[in-house]
């Protein structure tokens, strides 16, 4: 088991694997291998856009260390379980909007004393302010049409100075007709007037389709231009 640029995440030959924070157990069938006393789970790159936004040689620019986390689109939790092991001492704030999600969500969660689950909106951050405080990450994985709009919005209340983003651009949520190209140019130049600058951009074949990861830092000072 080899270590990577990222701090909690290995390699042994194409796999991606994270430390089990709760060895024995698997999130969702997820194979699990014992190195000495330590257990890994293989990270899927096909279930999770951050394994495969790093199989692409994606990296975040974290200024400092990771201490608290903001995860938009929870979902089941299949990104966020990494995600929990990755950093197992930053509280992992999960913004889930689908009631269905939320009840497996919340089932980790109580294994897992890491990830602080909000049954929310996305759209709405101001609900969830006061529950999450500043973060020094932003992810974001949902199927919006203002995707965008959405990270802006969590990035400017949320993210700590030195902090990053990381948004998993859906195109076809955002629209059918436009070719992937136009739509990440467009995406780059609403963020840019909304104060982040584009660090990377990683397309996210063949794991996902048309799906593209963005890296984000905020300049200084943001723009209140949108
Ligand atoms: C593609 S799935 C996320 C997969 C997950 N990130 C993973 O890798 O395991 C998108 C999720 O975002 C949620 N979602 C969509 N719009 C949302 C919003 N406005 N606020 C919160 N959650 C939202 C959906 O309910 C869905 O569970």
């Known amino acids: 088991m080899d270590p990577t640029n990222w701090p909690g995440v290995f390699r042994e030959g194409r796999d991606l694997y994270t430390r089990n924070l709760r060895p024995g157990e698997r999130v969702y069938g997820e194979d699990l291998r014992a190195v000495g006393d330590v257990e890994y789970r293989r990270w899927d790159p096909f279930r999770s856009k951050l394994a495969a936004f790093l199989l692409k040689g994606g990296t975040v620019p974290f200024e400092k260390e990771v201490g608290r986390v903001l995860y938009l689109g929870g979902a089941h ?9 990755v950093w197992p001492t930053a509280p992992v704030f999960v913004v889930e909007k689908g009631p269905a999600s939320f009840a497996p969500l919340l089932a980790l969660a109580r294994r897992r004393e890491n990830i602080l689950p909000l049954l929310a909106d996305a759209q709405l951050p101001e609900r969830y302010a006061a529950d999450v405080g500043t973060v020094d990450f932003v992810y974001q994985d949902l199927a919006q049409r203002n995707q965008v709009a959405i990270f802006v919005e969590n990035a400017r209340l949320f993210l700590a100075p030195g902090g990053a983003g990381l948004l998993m651009l859906k195109v076809r949520s955002v629209t059918q007709r436009r ?3 136009a739509v990440v140019r467009e995406a780059r130049t609403e963020l840019t ?17 048309e799906h593209v990861a963005l890296v984000l830092r905020p300049t200084s000072p943001p723009s209140t231009d949108r």
């Open 193 to 209: 007037r909304a104060g982040f600058s584009v660090r990377a951009e990683v397309p996210l074949e063949p794991f996902s389709k």
């Open 179 to 181: 070719p992937t190209s």
């Open 77 to 85: 939790g299949t990104t966020v379980s990494h995600v929990s092991d």
